[in-house]
């Protein structure tokens, strides 16, 4: 493990905002381009959708895996985390402009209907997350101010595979492995902070 | 005899076949768009209507026997066998039986119809189907008197359908219409597309269309048609009563709890598509809007 730390060191976390930023722009590619099937709206739509949901499940194994596997990845969260944020904000946007369309009817969507409202506040969520990925602002709220906003990270993922078993049609395993990753995951960090809290 | 009924979709409306069967080459280019774009205007409907391709109407669809993504239906369905294929007739009828596809249709009149096609999760095709009418098939195995519904059962075989060892629904899946529905002339047994016999995502051999419908109604694969007395199992409804009803007629005025159905994605206009107004009874209100009267339509959805 010390050799895989070692070489993960060498790589530096620019190169995975580039990554993503690359791969989210391939799968728009693909989509004007009929690379994404017939009905490329809705396949754009859940493969941003998917992607964000992958990049949070990774962001929050970032602390359980180098406690239990002694893997260090924690120069790279801070690119998980954003790029998780511009795939959710991509998914939003894809939805908004190019499936639903009309402002009245997003709106009407965001109202009324609950598996769009979750997935909007959990987008609500991450917006202060990825204004504040900066040193700029970890220096100015404070290390410790810092890390409880960014708690809020926790409902958000929530939020978001709730959303995802939510619109799911039938009984579907898929959405419900991403919501027992992310509950796992995140019982694991609330069990951590509480810990911490006592100390 | 079934009351013949007369499309108002020609082949003037739909991609002729030269073109169909070309499309995916020419839009295989980006430099070619523009030749696709020319080419395509030739074979553009009238009003509101685009023509769905053959590659289209058989590259996405809801087929869960064989997975839950769109595409799934398309690399999975091959494994179905469909020779030989039988359907069990039973239930109030005169002449009970198991016959072979063949023998069913033996004697129909195989007629093209193209409809519109609308899906309850808010898109849309125009398929040109080829088929008969259920009437046809009712009249000659006899229906009973006092049966007042028909219920459709789907093939359930796990080892060629891989989605169906996932209880996404309590298979095999079930569809029903009553029995004025059924009997309807715009109601038909289709056995093909754009004169190909019926490709197995889209359910081979033979399949239920009822274009007034969402799509889920119009089961496909069917091994067996019962006559009854009572309002027969339909799978979505059984699922989730309080989403998918028995009647589950297209109207916009009425949504599915998740998502509106006020209007459509019509598949083919591409990433930048606007979505269009779905119409009522999916546009054949003409034609159907008397079976429902008297009835509250956001009581029996």
């Given at each position: 493990?010390?050799?895989?730390?070692?070489?993960?060191?060498?790589?530096?976390?620019?190169?995975?905002?580039?990554?993503?930023?690359?791969?989210?722009?391939w799968?728009?590619?693909?989509?004007?381009?009929?690379?994404?099937?017939?009905?490329?709206?809705?396949?754009?739509?859940?493969?941003?959708?998917?992607l964000?949901?992958?990049?949070?499940?990774?962001?929050?194994?970032?602390?359980?895996?180098?406690?239990?596997?002694?893997?260090?990845?924690?120069?790279f969260?801070?690119?998980?985390?954003?790029?998780?944020?511009?795939?959710?904000?991509?998914?939003f946007?894809?939805?908004a402009?190019?499936?639903?369309?009309?402002?009245?009817?997003?709106?009407?969507?965001?109202?009324?209907r609950?598996y769009?409202?979750?997935?909007?506040?959990?987008?609500?969520?991450?917006?202060?997350?990825?204004?504040?990925?900066?040193?700029?602002?970890?220096?100015?709220?404070?290390?410790?101010?810092?890390?409880?906003?960014?708690?809020?990270?926790y409902?958000?993922?929530?939020?978001?595979?709730?959303?995802?078993?939510?619109?799911?049609?039938g009984?579907?395993?898929?959405?419900?492995?991403?919501?027992?990753?992310?509950?796992?995951?995140?019982?694991?960090?609330?069990r951590?902070?509480?810990?911490?809290?006592?100390? | 005899?079934?009351?013949?009924y007369t499309?108002d979709l020609?082949?003037?409306?739909?991609?002729?076949?030269?073109?169909?069967?070309?499309?995916?080459?020419?839009?295989?280019?980006?430099?070619?768009?523009?030749?696709?774009?020319?080419i395509?205007?030739g074979?553009?409907?009238?009003?509101?209507?685009?023509?769905?391709?053959?590659?289209?109407?058989?590259?996405?669809?809801?087929?869960?026997?064989?997975?839950?993504?769109?595409?799934?239906?398309?690399?999975?369905?091959?494994?179905?066998?469909t020779?030989?294929?039988?359907?069990?007739?039973?239930?109030?009828?005169?002449?009970?039986?198991?016959?072979?596809?063949?023998?069913?249709?033996?004697?129909?009149?195989?007629?093209?119809?193209?409809y519109?096609?609308?899906?309850?999760?808010?898109?849309?095709m125009?398929?040109?189907?080829?088929?008969?009418?259920?009437?046809?098939?009712?009249?000659?195995?006899?229906?009973?008197?006092?049966?007042?519904?028909?219920?459709?059962?789907?093939?359930?075989?796990?080892?060629?359908?891989?989605?169906?060892r996932?209880?996404?629904?309590d298979w095999?899946?079930r569809?029903?219409?009553?029995?004025?529905?059924?009997?309807h002339?715009?109601?038909?047994?289709?056995t093909?597309?754009?004169?190909?016999?019926?490709?197995?995502?889209?359910?081979?051999?033979?399949?239920?269309?009822?274009?007034?419908?969402?799509?889920?109604?119009?089961?496909?694969?069917?091994?067996?048609?019962?006559?009854?007395?009572?309002?027969?199992?339909?799978?979505?409804n059984?699922?989730?009563?309080?989403?998918?009803?028995?009647?589950?007629?297209?109207?916009p005025?009425?949504?599915?709890?998740?998502?509106?159905?006020?209007?459509?994605?019509r598949?083919?206009?591409?990433?930048f598509?606007?979505?269009?107004d779905?119409?009522?009874?999916?546009?054949?209100?003409?034609?159907?809007?008397?079976?429902y009267?008297?009835?509250?339509?956001?009581?029996f959805?």
């Amino acid at each position: 493990m010390t050799r895989v730390n070692a070489g993960l060191r060498r790589v530096p976390a620019w190169t995975l905002y580039i990554a993503g930023a690359a791969w989210g722009g391939w799968l728009f590619w693909l989509g004007a381009t009929g690379g994404l099937g017939v009905e490329p709206i809705e396949a754009l739509e859940h493969r941003y959708g998917e992607l964000a949901l992958q990049l949070i499940v990774a962001g929050l194994a970032v602390t359980p895996l180098r406690q239990w596997a002694g893997l260090n990845m924690m120069p790279f969260r801070r690119a998980i985390g954003v790029l998780a944020f511009f795939h959710v904000l991509a998914h939003f946007l894809v939805w908004a402009v190019l499936d639903v369309q009309r402002l009245s009817a997003i709106w009407a969507d965001i109202l009324e209907r609950p598996y769009v409202t979750i997935g909007m506040a959990g987008f609500v969520l991450l917006i202060p997350l990825g204004l504040t990925s900066n040193n700029w602002s970890v220096r100015r709220l404070g290390t410790l101010r810092w890390r409880r906003l960014h708690r809020l990270v926790y409902p958000a993922a929530l939020l978001g595979a709730l959303h995802y078993v939510w619109l799911a049609k039938g009984f579907q395993i898929e959405p419900l492995l991403y919501l027992f990753a992310i509950v796992g995951l995140v019982a694991l960090r609330i069990r951590r902070a509480g810990g911490r809290v006592a100390r | 005899m079934a009351r013949r009924y007369t499309s108002d979709l020609t082949w003037d409306d739909v991609t002729p076949k030269e073109l169909y069967l070309n499309r995916r080459q020419i839009m295989a280019g980006a430099g070619a768009m523009l030749g696709a774009g020319l080419i395509g205007g030739g074979a553009r409907a009238q009003g509101d209507l685009e023509p769905n391709t053959f590659e289209e109407i058989t590259t996405y669809n809801n087929f869960y026997e064989f997975g839950t993504g769109k595409d799934d239906p398309a690399r999975n369905a091959h494994m179905m066998t469909t020779q030989p294929w039988s359907i069990v007739v039973d239930g109030m009828v005169d002449n009970p039986g198991t016959y072979s596809f063949e023998e069913i249709v033996a004697g129909m009149t195989i007629e093209e119809r193209i409809y519109r096609f609308r899906c309850v999760e808010a898109w849309s095709m125009v398929i040109p189907w080829n088929g008969f009418e259920l009437a046809d098939l009712l009249a000659r195995v006899g229906v009973q008197e006092g049966a007042r519904y028909v219920a459709f059962e789907t093939l359930v075989r796990p080892e060629e359908m891989p989605g169906v060892r996932v209880p996404v629904l309590d298979w095999p899946y079930r569809e029903g219409l009553r029995l004025d529905e059924a009997m309807h002339p715009l109601t038909i047994m289709a056995t093909g597309i754009y004169g190909e016999p019926m490709p197995n995502q889209n359910g081979a051999p033979i399949r239920l269309v009822v274009p007034w419908k969402y799509g889920f109604k119009s089961i496909k694969s069917i091994v067996r048609i019962t006559l009854t007395d009572e309002e027969p199992y339909a799978s979505w409804n059984a699922a989730q009563p309080r989403e998918y009803g028995f009647y589950s007629n297209v109207n916009p005025n009425v949504n599915h709890p998740r998502w509106s159905q006020a209007s459509e994605r019509r598949i083919g206009g591409g990433l930048f598509a606007r979505r269009i107004d779905t119409l009522m009874f999916n546009g054949y209100e003409d034609e159907v809007a008397s079976l429902y009267e008297g009835m509250d339509l956001a009581e029996f959805f």
